[in-house]
């Protein structure tokens, strides 16, 4: 067993909830020896660096930071489970938090990195806060000597002390800004959400300032979104100058790590591990992310819409070849991207 032929197994597998058991079953072996890999194997964003190249060349690209909720509500006895926010029923339940890194150009996204975030009465003195987990997490990615151009996050990692590392290690940023925000504007103390300078007109729809925040200058942009509860303001800060129209288009590159979260609970099993390890069942998570990179990949190399019509090529080839001859089926199409 490896990473390649346990992510392949989540792939081909019909199984709603994919267990190890269920994985195991899908790579004819046994349960045992699917639990003894993921407690073993050892992952890193390193690991990534080839899918990076197949599937973006060369070209500029933006990492994007986002966090998931992955509900366990009976696992009483699994390690670093704490009560979270359950977005499909709106109540707290059992579960626990991660933080994804990946890479995109807007069209295509790699998940490249994982963080655990684990609650303060659990960690205690040893408690780290999702802004530190970022920047922990894009210290490790930047060393890999990737073309990142900008980076991306939601308005969780609106913080002096975020901004000001990305500033500092001149790192170009577009991240969602609260609307309450008190900038010095013009020499007047304002909130955003009160400035004339970023009130937008009917035919607008974004606009920028230079403002003061935290004792150093940036860019606020104010951007119209459109969403199924009518028009809303968003705002965004960035640290480098470019036309409105680009910051926007730039904090819109987010948009397919939500596809990424959806489709891994949906169709991959990135909430299957029934391990009460830590450490195993963040492999397993490891091992989904990088089934949503094979999926990308035969996306680009069969000019398909979506990871789903990805995934239905992928479970096509069951009917035709042997579980071994699938993987190196795959190996082949990702080669080749």
């Not at 009483?76 to 977005?87: F, G, H, M, R």
Request: positive net charge; contains cysteine.
């Amino acid at each position: 067993m490896n990473i390649q032929k346990y992510s392949v197994a989540l792939l081909t597998s019909f199984e709603r909830n994919k267990t190890t058991s269920a994985v195991s079953k899908e790579a004819n072996v046994s349960q045992s020896e699917g639990s003894r890999f993921l407690s073993k194997l050892e992952v890193s964003s390193s690991n990534f660096i080839s899918n990076v190249k197949s599937l973006f060349g060369n070209k500029p690209i933006n990492m994007v930071i986002d966090d998931a909720n992955l509900c366990k509500r009976y696992a009483l006895n699994t390690e670093a489970v704490s009560q979270i926010k359950d977005q499909s029923t709106k109540t707290f339940a059992n579960g626990i938090t991660i933080l994804i890194g990946g890479l995109t150009d807007s069209k295509y996204f790699l998940p490249i990195s994982l963080e655990h975030w684990i609650a303060e009465f659990i960690m205690q003195k040893a408690y780290l806060k999702k802004v530190t987990l970022a920047i922990q997490m894009i210290e490790k990615v930047i060393t890999l000597g990737l073309n990142i151009e900008h980076f991306v996050l939601d308005g969780l990692y609106f913080a002096e002390k975020f901004l000001n590392f990305l500033d500092s290690k001149k790192l170009k940023f577009v991240i969602k800004a609260k609307t309450t925000t008190s900038v010095i504007h013009n020499g007047q103390k304002i909130q955003l959400k009160d400035c004339r300078d970023l009130r937008l007109n009917s035919n607008q729809n974004c606009k920028k300032i230079q403002a003061e925040w935290c004792g150093k200058m940036w860019y606020f942009i104010a951007m119209r979104r459109t969403g199924k509860h009518g028009n809303k303001i968003v705002y965004l800060v960035a640290n480098f100058y470019a036309k409105s129209k680009t910051y926007v288009k730039i904090y819109e590159s987010r948009w397919p790590v939500e596809k990424l979260i959806r489709t891994c609970k949906q169709k991959l099993g990135l909430n299957g591990s029934q391990s009460q390890l830590a450490k195993n069942y963040l492999n397993h998570i490891k091992c989904v992310f990088f089934a949503y990179g094979i999926l990308q990949l035969i996306m680009k190399k069969f000019k398909l819409r979506s990871a789903e019509e990805a995934l239905t090529k992928v479970q096509a080839l069951k009917w035709r070849y042997h579980f071994d001859e699938i993987v190196d089926q795959i190996s082949l199409f990702t080669k080749f991207a």
